[in-house]
């Protein structure tokens, strides 16, 4: 088994890769994955499909440019995509953040409330009746609830005293667990064999094989590739960052040159390029503080 993943690492890209996930949920020419996607963990129709800001090679260098890449939101890649009668978000979050939680609520309910506003052509809907169902999905690289191996949770408005649902659609918060045994259907153990790079059984969707196809090293452009490499470096930098913080204490909170710690950190992260909010963030130093001995090393 671990001969096979080997293989597959050297044949594909790894799906959880920012770009890759970006790529084959986010492209408006692969939007049957996508559907293919939510239908397999809501069970639903998701008819007229069209992604939000869909993946481009020219935004992601960009972003990588710029180093964005760098801040990495905990490891987070975002889909945006609107239905028919709902809007749709797909978020990968691969590890723990103190924060996920409130944020898995924020995005989802704040695209729900920006519904509503001005009409801008003449018929359309106003105020109220502009709010439609918002469906999100959170695929999870960790072990987010105890207590249960079940893969999948799905929360929604409820009545807790009767029992009874909210009686109208308005919301649905859907978590995947990559690492828990328990799904549901076939069809969502194979989205985690593709997530993990386990091999895909023959009785897998086609649109599933189509995901494997995309992130398929050949098939991939040599500036994407490139971009995957630095991608992953940045990662790795802003991982094995964290381990060093956690290991000297910060994590925990000791006090013993805890100061001269996060300053060592901050000028690494500096000489690799992340931008000052990054390294606010994860060190706790102030930005103007940054900005000074950013200064102080001449960059």
């Not at 969707?205 to 490499?229: Q, T, W």
């Amino acid at each position: 088994m671990e001969n096979e993943r080997s293989e597959a690492r050297a044949i594909y890209v790894n799906p959880t890769n920012d770009l890759a996930f970006r790529k084959t949920f986010g492209s408006e020419e692969h939007t049957p994955i996508l559907a293919g996607f939510i239908k397999d963990f809501f069970f639903i129709e998701p008819t007229a499909l069209a992604v939000e800001n869909p993946y481009s090679i020219k935004a992601y260098r960009e972003m990588l440019k710029d180093k964005v890449a760098a801040n990495l939101r905990a490891t987070i890649s975002d889909v945006a995509a609107t239905m028919d009668f709902a809007d749709y978000r797909l978020e990968l979050q691969l590890r723990k953040d103190i924060n996920f939680n409130e944020r898995s609520l924020y995005y989802p309910l704040n695209k729900f409330v920006n519904r509503y506003g001005v009409v801008k052509q003449e018929g359309e809907k106003s105020g109220y009746a502009r709010l439609r169902p918002i469906y999100s999905m959170s695929v999870l690289g960790y072990n987010h609830f105890n207590g249960d191996d079940d893969a999948l949770r799905i929360f929604q408005l409820y009545d807790i005293k009767r029992n009874k649902r909210f009686p109208k659609d308005i919301l649905n918060l859907g978590y995947f667990e990559l690492l828990k045994p328990n799904v549901e259907t076939d069809n969502q153990r194979h989205w985690q064999d593709y997530f993990l790079q386990r091999p895909l059984s023959d009785d897998a969707p086609s649109y599933i094989k189509d995901a494997l196809d995309i992130i398929k090293r050949v098939n991939m452009k040599e500036e994407e590739l490139d971009m995957v490499i630095q991608a992953e470096h940045l990662q790795s930098l802003y991982e094995d960052t964290i381990a060093y913080a956690k290991n000297e204490g910060i994590a925990e909170g000791r006090a013993e040159g805890k100061a001269e710690i996060k300053v060592e950190i901050a000028k690494s992260m500096l000489l690799e390029g992340y931008p000052t909010d990054a390294i606010s963030k994860l060190t706790g130093i102030g930005e103007q503080e940054i900005l000074e001995l950013k200064g102080k090393m001449r960059l």
